[in-house]
C-alpha cells in the first residue's frame, strides 16, 4: 500500500541553524500538508499546498517557514533559523483529489534544536 | 470556528472490555470527523471518517464511532480490546476556513490495555 514517507526520522541541529524536512506524499495526491506536535501537545496544522502554491497558513507558519515542491515527488518544509521552541514532531500528509478530506500522513521527523 | 474536546487523556480498560473513548467537537459547519491512531514512534494512521450519510461508521481493527449531531459527538468505541490496541488516539475535525481543508486535532487519549 502507498505512503507517505519522510527524512530524516530524526533531526538534531544548533539553534539558529537552517533545517530541510523532506516528504515523499503518494504519488498520485495532490494535496500537501504539514503538521507539527511539540511534546506533550496537540498536533497542530501548519501549512497546505496545492497547485504549487501555499493554500493556508497557520499562525505559527511565520517568515522563518517555507515550503517547496522542487520536484514531481518530494515536498519539502524549510526553517531558515531554528529555535529553541521549534523543537517538536513534524508530520508532512497528502490527500488525493477525489478525497481531499481524507489526509495520510507520514512516520514524523523529529526535531531537536539545541 | 472548529474545535475538539477529547475527555480523558489517559484511559486503561482490561484487554476484552469495552473501549469507548470520547470526542466533542464544536463547528459551524456540517463536521467532518476524523479519528487518527498513533502506535508509540509512528505516525497518524486514519481510523475512520465521517463526512455525510450513515451516521455509524467503521473503521479499521473493530473500531467505529457514532456521529450525534444532538449531542454534538463523535465517541470512538470497540466492544473487545485487544493488548494490540494500546495507542494513542486523536480525534479531529476538518476546519475549512482557506480553499483547501486542514485538521484540527484534540489533545488526544492514551489507551492501555491490561492483560
Known amino acids: 500500500e502507498p505512503e507517505v514517507t519522510q527524512t530524516p526520522s530524526h533531526q538534531v541541529t544548533q539553534m539558529g541553524q537552517e533545517v530541510i524536512l523532506r516528504c515523499v506524499p503518494i504519488?498520485?495526491?495532490?494535496?500537501f500538508y504539514w503538521y507539527r506536535q511539540i511534546l506533550g501537545q496537540k498536533v497542530e496544522f501548519l501549512v497546505s499546498?496545492?497547485?504549487?502554491?501555499?493554500?493556508?497558513k497557520s499562525e505559527i507558519f511565520d517568515d522563518q517557514f517555507s515550503v517547496e515542491r522542487p520536484d514531481g515527488s518530494n515536498f519539502t518544509l524549510k526553517i531558515r533559523s531554528t529555535k529553541l521552541e521549534d523543537s517538536a514532531m513534524y508530520f508532512c500528509?497528502?490527500?488525493?483529489?477525489?478525497?481531499?478530506?481524507?489526509?495520510?500522513f507520514g512516520p514524523g521527523t523529529r526535531l531537536l534544536v539545541l | 470556528a472548529q474545535s475538539v474536546t477529547q475527555l480523558g487523556s489517559h484511559v486503561s480498560v482490561s484487554e476484552g472490555a469495552l473501549v469507548l473513548l470520547r470526542c466533542n467537537y464544536s463547528s459551524s459547519v456540517p463536521p467532518y470527523l476524523f479519528w487518527y491512531v498513533q502506535y508509540p514512534n509512528q505516525g497518524l494512521q486514519l481510523l475512520l471518517k465521517y463526512t455525510t450519510g450513515a451516521t455509524l461508521v467503521k473503521g479499521i481493527n473493530g473500531f467505529e464511532a457514532e456521529f450525534k449531531k444532538s449531542e454534538t459527538s463523535f465517541h470512538l468505541t470497540k466492544p473487545s480490546a485487544h493488548m494490540s490496541d494500546a495507542a494513542e488516539y486523536f480525534c479531529?475535525?476538518?476546519?475549512?476556513?482557506?480553499?483547501?481543508?486542514?485538521?484540527?486535532f484534540g489533545k488526544g487519549t492514551k489507551l492501555s490495555v491490561k492483560p
Open positions: 500528509a497528502s490527500s488525493p483529489d477525489t478525497h481531499q478530506e481524507t489526509q495520510y
Open positions: 479531529a475535525v476538518m476546519n475549512y476556513g482557506g480553499s483547501q481543508g486542514n485538521l484540527i
Open positions: 499546498f496545492y497547485n504549487n502554491e501555499i493554500s493556508e
Open positions: 504519488s498520485n495526491h495532490l494535496y
